[in-house]
């Protein structure tokens, strides 16, 4: 990318990993112009749209088991929203309307719509607004190299972490709990953070004891971002409702999408007939068209293959680099959604002082060296602890992650010294 003044930048993290097809894709833009001249909008409370028709029956035939509905919004917020409404919705047209509450993470971002964000574990994002949101309850991340005790295994860290789960609607009343939800692979908040092999597994067997919904938040770490379409299938579990935005329209268009499984669905449809929520850019026919050329390329063009294979060379080149770098506690993610975690002292994981700001220079460093990155404080508890994410499109060349990698050294190296 190039500024007012001609200077390159070397987009390292696809924006807010949004680009995943990298700018100025030839066929996408093609997509969207042939579509703005058949029709550019069309109402869903009238007309439905080729588009958007052609674009969920994309998605269902990529998505996890049971998920069989598509409802197509603005983006992850939105998709969010609908999602919470949703699940609300089906327990009172099951017939359980005691049901309430809602279990999600300290340390996970769920958007920035109020019941989104009262939902979210982000801290600092939702202190100002506390006094006017309806809240989650919130338990642990499952955050290994932070919480992972000495002496327990990776299997007796990701049952304990899950177990919270079934603490909390203990604690709450089952009867009380309309739903869990969490990112696969925990985004900006907390910098790529997968869970612990067999968390995700202990969790769906949680909610399906309890009647509790799951759902998964892939609005950044789905559409390919981990190397496979959906972040879940990496964790081979089935979720009751799942967002996605993002790297779903690539950055060519706003649009994000909640998908739910055929049972929700078929109890609205047999209750009171329809969803009760709405935006006016639902299923956005130009939106829909950027999509549908996204995805294939995503899936019939075999960038989300590409993704897994670049992300195990960015991986590499980040452990070549940084992997006994003094500060560089943690390189962690998975594909091209990666994540470098800062530390004072490595060896006792001492973060460094809040006070210095250190994402924030980071990231002016970066730009004055021609890199843009993602980096981000609070990673620990929303006060302490930094970290930089990386989520550059599928696209890039080893040429290219060689090029990110020594920049991000030498920012690393401007910002610390």
């Known amino acids: ?4 003044k001609g200077k390159s930048y070397l987009d390292g993290s696809g924006g807010a990993a949004v680009s995943c097809l990298g700018h100025g894709d030839g066929d996408v833009i093609a997509a969207m112009s042939a579509q703005m001249n058949k029709l550019e909008f069309a109402h869903t409370g009238f007309l439905t749209s080729e588009p958007a028709e052609s674009l969920a029956t ?3 035939s990529h998505a996890p088991e049971g998920i069989e509905k598509v409802y197509i919004v603005s983006g992850g ?25 809602f279990i999600s993470r300290r340390q996970s971002y769920h958007g920035n719509t109020l019941g989104a964000l009262g939902t979210g574990g982000n801290m600092w994002r939702r202190e100002p607004f506390d006094p006017v949101m309806v809240s989650a309850s919130h338990i642990a991340p499952c955050y290994a190299y932070r919480l992972q005790e000495d002496g327990e295994t990776g299997d007796e860290y990701a049952l304990r972490a899950a177990n919270e789960l079934e603490d909390e609607i203990l604690r709450l009343g089952p009867e009380t709990v309309i739903a869990f939800i969490a990112e696969p692979v925990v985004g900006a908040t907390a910098g790529a953070v997968a869970a612990a092999r067999g968390y995700f597994k202990r969790i769906r067997e949680i909610c399906d004891a309890y009647g509790v919904l799951l759902i998964l938040d892939e609005v950044m770490c789905g559409m390919g971002r981990t190397g496979t379409f959906f972040a879940c299938e990496q964790e081979n579990v089935r979720p009751d409702i799942v967002t996605i935005a993002k790297g779903l329209g690539g950055g060519y268009q706003p649009i994000g999408a909640m998908l739910c499984s055929g049972a929700i669905h078929d109890a609205i449809e047999r209750g009171s007939g329809f969803f009760q929520h ?28 590409r993704s897994a294979r670049m992300g195990h060379y960015l991986e590499s080149a980040l452990d070549a680099q940084f992997g006994q770098h003094s500060h560089v506690g943690d390189i962690r993610g998975r594909g091209m959604f990666r994540a470098l975690e800062l530390v004072k002292d490595k060896e006792t994981k001492t973060p460094f002082d809040p ?3 250190l994402a ?11 890199l843009i990155c993602y980096p981000n404080g609070g990673t620990i508890d929303g006060r302490n602890g930094d ?14 992650i060689d090029e990110l990698v020594g920049k991000l050294a030498k920012s690393l190296e401007d910002a610390l010294q």
């Open 1 to 4: 990318m190039f500024d007012s």
């Open 58 to 60: 994309r998605l269902v």
């Open 77 to 101: 917020s939105e998709a969010v929203e609908a999602a919470l409404k949703l699940a609300r919705q089906y327990m009172l047209e099951i017939g359980q309307p005691e049901r309430k509450h």
């Open 278 to 305: 709405g935006h006016t850019y639902l299923g956005h026919p130009i939106a829909c068209a950027a999509a549908n050329a996204v995805v294939q390329k995503l899936t019939q063009g075999g960038l989300v293959d």
């Open 355 to 357: 006070e210095l700001r």
């Open 360 to 370: 924030k220079s980071i990231k002016a460093k970066a730009m004055d060296n021609g």
């Open 387 to 400: 970290h930089v994410l990386l989520a550059p499109p599928y696209i890039c060349t080893e040429g290219q």
